[in-house]
C-alpha cells in the first residue's frame, strides 16, 4: 500500500521531521519519495537535504499536484496563505492529512475548493523514533481505502486511534500531541530534584530516563492499571508514601487533569477563531 508513494511536507519544521525521520527509518519510504516546503526558510530545506536527502521544492502547486499524499504541517495560523497557494492543484485521487492542532477539516475542504480527501491527524514528535500516539478522523470525502492508507502511514511510525467523532482531535491533541512536553516537564522536575539531594547530573538523568522507560514497559507487558502497579511500589509508610502524600497536597492529579483540559480547549478555540475569519 505504501512503497512508491510520494509524501509532500508543506511546512517543514519540527513534527515534519519528526514524521520524515521516522519513516525513513523504518526502510519503506524512500527519501526521494519525501518532497518538502517552507513559506521562507530555504536554510531549513538544504538542511533536511543534506541530513536526511529528502527533497526540497519550490514550485508548491505543481508539487502538490503529483505527490500521492499532502501533509499540512504549517501553523493553524498560517493554513488560509497554504490552502490558497493549493487551491485547484489537488484532486479527490490524492489524500491530504493535516496535522494542524484544532484545525477541522470541514476548513481545509473549503479552502482547497474540490472534493477532496482530508484527514485530520494528531501525531506527536516521538514518531522520530516509531512511538508516536496518533488519533485519526476522516473529513467528508475520504473513502475507507484513503483513512485506510492514513492509517498506514501512522501505523508506521506507531500507535494509532481513528476516532470517528472529529470533534475529539482536540482532546486527542490535549492529550497526546502536546503529551510529550509533559512527560519532558516532569522529566525537567525529577532530574533536579535528584539533583538537589546530591545526585550529580550526569548521574540522575540515566536513573530518571530508565526509570520512565520502565514504568512505561511495566504498563504495557503487564497490562495492569496504572493504580495497581502504585500501589506495589508504595508501602506502608515507607518513602514512596510519603511522596506521594506531597504530590496529593500539591493536587497533582487535579493539575494535570486541568493542564490537558486547558490544552484541549485551545485547539478548539484555535479551530473556532480560524473558522470565524474563514466566514467573515
Ligand atoms: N510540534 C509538535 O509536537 C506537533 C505539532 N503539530 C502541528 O503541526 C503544525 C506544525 O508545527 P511545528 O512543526 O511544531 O511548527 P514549526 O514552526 O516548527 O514549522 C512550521 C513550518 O511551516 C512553514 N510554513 C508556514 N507557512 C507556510 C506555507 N504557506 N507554505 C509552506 N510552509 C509554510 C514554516 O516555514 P518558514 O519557517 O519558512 O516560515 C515552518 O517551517 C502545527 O499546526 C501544529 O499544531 C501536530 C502535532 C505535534
Ligand atoms: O503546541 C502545539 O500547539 C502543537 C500541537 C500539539 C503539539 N504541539
Redesign the pocket.
Known sequence: MLAGKTFFF?????????MVKGLLSTGIVRPGEIWV??????E?LNFLRNYYGVVPVTD?KSAAGQADVII?????Q??F??LE?LKGAVNPEQLVIS?????PTGLIEEGLAEKVAVVRA????SCAVLESATGLTPGRYTTPEQLELARSIFSMVGEVVVLEDESLLDAV?GLS??G??YVYYMVEAMEKAGEAAGIPREQARPLVLKTLMGAARMLMETGEKPETLRRQVTSPNGTTMAGINELEKANFQQTIRRAILKATHRSQELGQYLQKTANA
Open positions: 508543506i511546512g517543514a519544521g519540527n513534527i515534519c521531521e519528526s516546503t517552507n513559506r521562507s526558510n530555504t531549513r508548491k499540512l504541517a504549517m501553523k493553524p498560517d493554513v496563505t497554504a497557494e496535522v494542524l492542532a484544532g484545525i494528531m501525531p506527536n514528535t491533541t500531541g502536546s510529550p512536553a
